[in-house]
């Protein structure tokens, strides 16, 4: 299937723009071919073309321009899941190392469902210490936004448990660690 050209202007559904970021492993080696991306100018960038689903073959959905080396070479440490407010029942992956939490999609951990209340770059830091396999949730203190653990305002770095309670502006998050004492993708080989 060939790609036309868009108008970046043209509203385009979900499974368009799914389609334009697809690989499908196992499956021959994708042509590439230059299409205007629909979130920006009207700048050309290579993608790989659309190639029928094939239930032998694993489909890898990806931010345009992120590439699959990207996606493997930073394995998800845990996940904030959304209790209550805008984006109720979603979920964002955690990584190792600082992880940036705000409103905006350039953030590591974007909360981008709606809460205004939610600063749009660094409202908080949660860090996966790898070496020691702890979290640390870390607020910005130089925003006006307070960030609260388990119903307190976080003043100073705060150590994540299991189903600790985070809560920004109106949103209210679910730590669940995938990592930790037990397990470490440092144990994997």
């Not at 659309?50 to 890898?60: E, F, K, L, N, Y």
């Amino acid at each position: 299937m060939k790609h036309p050209t868009r108008d970046p202007s043209d509203q385009i559904n979900r499974r368009d723009a799914a389609d334009e970021a697809t690989i499908i492993i196992g499956a021959e080696e994708p042509a590439h071919e230059t299409v205007v991306a629909p979130h920006t100018t009207p700048e050309r960038v290579p993608v790989a073309k659309s190639i029928p689903a094939d239930p032998g073959h694993t489909r890898i959905l990806r931010p345009i321009g992120a590439s699959v080396e990207d996606i493997k070479s930073d394995p998800v440490v845990g996940w904030l899941v959304v209790l209550s407010g805008p984006g109720k029942g979603n979920f964002r992956p955690i990584y190792s190392g600082s992880n940036t939490i705000g409103r905006s999609s350039s953030q590591r951990i974007p909360i981008d469902f709606g809460d205004d209340a939610i600063s749009s770059e660094k409202q908080a830091f949660l860090v996966y210490d790898g070496r020691k396999r702890q979290f640390q949730l870390v607020p910005n203190l130089e925003r006006p936004n307070l960030v609260h653990l388990n119903d307190s305002a976080l003043l100073a770095n705060g150590e994540l448990k299991p189903h600790d309670k985070i809560t920004l502006g109106a949103t209210m998050l679910l730590f669940v660690p995938l990592c930790g004492p037990e397990f470490d993708w440092s144990d994997v080989k």
